[in-house]
Nanobody
Framework: QVQLVESGGGLVQAGGSLRLSCAASGNIFSINAMGWYRQAPGNEREWVATITNGGSTNYADSVKGRFTVSRDNAKNTVYLQMNSLKPEDTAVYYC?????????????WGQGTQVTVSS
């Protein structure tokens, strides 16, 4: 089994910053892509950002230039630095990690962390 533990969410005013972390542990042989999704009330979960094991990054247009995804492979941890936050960024943020267990590739999800941006 693989466990993902997220931290770093909270309440911030518009224009402020937050940094989310997601640490993976357990039966991990190697980690491929790591990323972040979010889900606002009444909306479907949407993709935010991804970083490959080679360090390549991709972002949703809505966060490009404001959010930065990074990873620490030694710690099996992915981060999301969120700057210039807007009220429309309010959502529960979930990390997603693709793990090679030595037998299969499998996606795992974090428990979610609430980000609330006040206007």
């Amino acid at each position: 089994q693989v466990q993902l533990v997220e931290s770093g969410g909270g309440l911030v005013q518009a224009g402020g910053s937050l940094r989310l972390s997601c640490a993976a542990s357990g039966n991990i042989f190697s980690i491929n892509a790591m990323g972040w999704y979010r889900q606002a009330p009444g909306n479907e979960r949407e993709w935010v950002a991804t970083i490959t094991n080679g360090g390549s990054t991709n972002y949703a247009d809505s966060v490009k230039g404001r959010f930065t995804v990074s990873r620490d492979n030694a710690k099996n941890t992915v981060y999301l630095q969120m700057n210039s936050l807007k009220p429309e960024d309010t959502a529960v943020y979930y990390c997603n990690v693709n793990v090679w267990t030595g037998i299969i590739h499998r996606d795992y999800w974090g428990q979610g962390t609430q980000v609330t941006v006040s206007s």
